[in-house]
């Protein structure tokens, strides 16, 4: 190659795609601005979700499988070991929650800083800094950031896999380093979520592998393959095969098909963290304009790389985004933010690209009215996302309030490990009480109706219900006590004969 000459390579439209730096930049610029938008994430959580709001009920389940001080909660067909494995470090010898939520915060903080660092030579510095602060800003990244979940997991994966991915078809960069980083994030997505993992990758196999990339190939598949041999060891050990797992996971998901959800993620934006079913008010439109605005910018973004020779940095991250938001607003019945958290990490990028090009002239220079237009837009969206996030953290706080006060109570009454819990809401008031929690019926069925009553030959066995509504015939004749916002029956005291 000629001395000045940058180098080139293919992309999907058919133009040559122009890099924007050579590999010298894999190395230099740019990362103290990408640290402190990570660090400012990740002091953002610590700040506004706060290190001591309690666990939930999908952060139960996961917690209390490396979790030394309660039983493991039913591990669902869909979930994965990823999330486990990730708090293990702290879970596996102490019960703060302080320092659960100090401890993933921080990781987060670096997981986001080490996606963006994977683009950095693909995209400005500026672009990229843009894109990982409208990322984090958003009130369902806040949020999930220093909980035990693994969306914002799956999400950084994608971020980081589509970076080392695109680097690795530039030239330029170093090619292997670049491969085995397409391998990593892979890995993590399915290590997280298997399933989120294979849609995130549709998008890369589709778009932008042609015959002479094999070997990029290989490294996604490589690390989906390692990402998700746990899973479907487990699917044959403990689900009679995989197709009996996807199965069973379609099931709990309320079998898969065609559901058209675009209408339940809208509304779920008003900080409803399960839209399951669906049945809220549509919010006031400063909520969800955002969200709205979203395919607007991208479809600006991708005219201009067009326009400018670049088409594959900017189509490769929203044909992936759009692969990973597919299943979730037209296969599933129900809503949750956190299920779009990857494909807004993958919009990121082109989108601060866009609005950079909309407030900067040819010439470089600001556009004044159009820069103070995006200023204003940009300063009622953090207002809005920030609301939506303190009323979320507030009642979410609340809810897991009462769990305690309800294990609290429950200590009182007599019920202390060993000991089990059945009915409503019992996985995560097990958890907080030190208990087992099995059910008879639904998505985490783990028992039956006699181990329970054997069980309860034993050990204190509870039956926990809403206020009004009939128990479980079993527990219909044990002794009645009323919680914060439950009702519980309580087995006689072990010892007694319970099948009388």
């Known amino acids: 190659m000629a001395q000045g000459t940058r180098p080139m390579l293919v992309g999907v439209s058919g133009r040559r795609d122009e890099a924007l730096v050579s590999g010298r930049s894999w190395r230099a610029g740019g990362g103290g601005l990408l640290a402190a938008v990570a660090g400012v994430f990740t002091l953002a959580q610590l700040l506004l979700v706060g290190p001591s709001m309690g666990l939930g009920w999908d952060e139960v389940v996961y917690v209390s499988q490396v979790a030394d001080d309660a039983p493991a909660a039913f591990f669902s067909a869909p979930r994965a070991r990823g999330v486990p ?279 470089g220079r600001l556009r004044p009215a159009v820069a103070t237009l995006v200023a204003v837009g940009l300063a009622g969206h953090l207002a809005v996302q920030y609301a939506v996030l303190d009323r979320t953290v507030d009642r979410t706080t609340a809810a897991r309030v009462d769990w305690a006060r309800s294990a609290a109570q429950l200590h009182r009454l007599g019920v202390r490990p060993p000991c089990l819990l059945t009915g409503h809401q019992a996985i995560p008031v097990a958890y907080y009480t030190g208990c087992g929690s099995g059910a008879i019926r639904g998505h985490n069925a783990n028992t039956t109706r006699a181990d329970i009553l054997r069980t309860a030959r034993g050990v204190p066995v509870g039956a926990l219900s809403v206020p009004g509504r009939k128990p479980p015939r079993y527990a219909s004749d044990w002794e009645l006590h009323r919680l914060d916002g439950l009702e519980v029956r309580i087995a006689p005291t072990p010892g007694a004969d319970t099948t009388a």
């Open 85 to 363: 494995f990730l708090v293990w470090p702290v879970a596996s010898w102490s019960s703060s929650t302080t320092l659960l939520r100090v401890y993933l915060s921080v990781l987060s903080g670096l997981g986001l800083y080490l996606a963006l660092r994977a683009w950095r030579g693909l995209f400005p510095a500026r672009v990229l800094a843009g894109a990982g602060a409208l990322f984090a800003t958003l009130w369902v990244t806040l949020f999930y950031g220093p909980q035990a979940m693994p969306n914002l997991w799956v999400a950084v994966g994608a971020l980081f896999c589509v970076g080392c991915f695109l680097r690795a078809r530039a030239g330029g960069f170093d090619e292997r380093a670049a491969s085995w980083g397409v391998s990593a994030g892979s890995a993590l997505m399915a290590w997280m979520r298997p399933t989120d993992a294979v849609w995130v990758a549709l998008g890369l196999l589709v778009v932008a592998v042609p015959v002479r990339h094999r070997r990029l190939a290989g490294a996604l598949v490589l690390g989906l393959v390692a990402g998700g041999v746990p899973w479907v060891i487990e699917a044959y050990v403990g689900y009679g095969g995989l197709r009996e797992r996807l199965n069973e996971a379609s099931r709990i998901q309320g079998d898969l098909g065609w559901n058209l959800a675009v209408d339940d993620q809208l509304r779920s934006l008003v900080g409803s963290t399960l839209c399951r079913p669906c049945d809220i008010a549509t919010p006031h439109p400063a909520v969800f304009v955002w969200w709205l605005v979203l395919p607007v910018l991208a479809a600006y973004a991708l005219t201009v790389a067009v326009r400018a020779g670049r088409t594959t940095r900017t189509l490769l991250p929203l044909a992936c985004a759009a692969t990973a938001a597919f299943p979730y607003l037209f296969l599933i019945g129900y809503a949750a933010p956190r299920f779009l958290l990857p494909a807004y990490a993958l919009l990121a990028i082109p989108v601060a690209d866009a609005l950079r090009h909309l407030v900067t002239a040819p010439n």
